[in-house]
Structures are given as C-alpha cells and as structure tokens.
C-alpha cells in the first residue's frame, strides 16, 4: 500500500475518532505531498524517497516550531506541534541509532579514502542517500564531522 493510501486511511480513522490533532497533521502531509506531485507534473507519482522526504520535512518544521516555542516559554503551543510531529513520524521508517549511523559513515569514509573535512562533501552525498529516511542530515552531519576531524 502507497503511503498515501496509507495516510488516507489514517485520515478516515481520525475523522471518526474526532482526533483533531491527528487530523490536523495528516492533512498538511497529504496537502505536502499533492503539492510536490503539481510541481513535478501530475502524471508523475512521487518515488518513495520523495515521499520519505516529504514526511521528514513536516517532521523538522514541527519540532522546530516546537522548540521555538519552548524557548519562549509557550508549551501551550509546543505540545500540538510535537504531537502532530509524533503522529506523522508513525509514517517515518524506524530511525537508526547513533551507533547505526556510524558504521554506515566510518564505512563509507574507507570506501571513499576521504583525509579530512576536504571530503565531507563526498562522505555526505553517499550516506545521506544510503541512509535516506532512516536518519536525521544533521545527526548524519555530526557524525561525519566527527569522524573526519
């Protein structure tokens, strides 16, 4: 089943649950998702990858806005936005582990010959794409960095 089936039927449960919150972030992601489909052409479906993206996307923003808000003292606010992060991540692939993630890098860092943070550039494509979905670009970021200095 297509993700978008998949969100649909999430949507229809929500509806008849009354969730509002649920509802709330599965339309956004299904507005996101129809919104990129427009802007590759309509008769192109979007790859999973895409799709995987998409959903990261409306992840990020929501749990920006949430620590936005805590900073300032709103956890009125920053509770809806967490929460809608939470039901959209249920779409997200299971995320690796730190430790996961190093692997991958140090791996791909033998694979490359990469010397120093010259070829971070290099590390990043490779595993960002290898690992698309499963991890966050700026933990993935962090590691390279790491491992490269």
Sequence with gaps: MSLQQDIMTAMKIAMKE?????????????????????ETGASDELTQ????????????????????????????LAEPELAEAEIISQFLPEAMTEEEIAKVVLQTIQKVGAQGMKDMGKVMGIVSRELAGKADGKTISNIVKENLS
């Design 49 to 76: 990858e895409q799709e995987l993206k998409i959903l990261q996307k409306q992840v990020k923003q929501r749990k920006d806005s949430a620590a936005i808000y805590l900073t300032q003292g709103r956890e009125d």
């Design 18 to 38: 009354k969730n509002t919150t649920a509802l709330t972030a599965l339309r956004s992601v299904k507005s996101a998702i129809l919104l990129a489909q427009t």
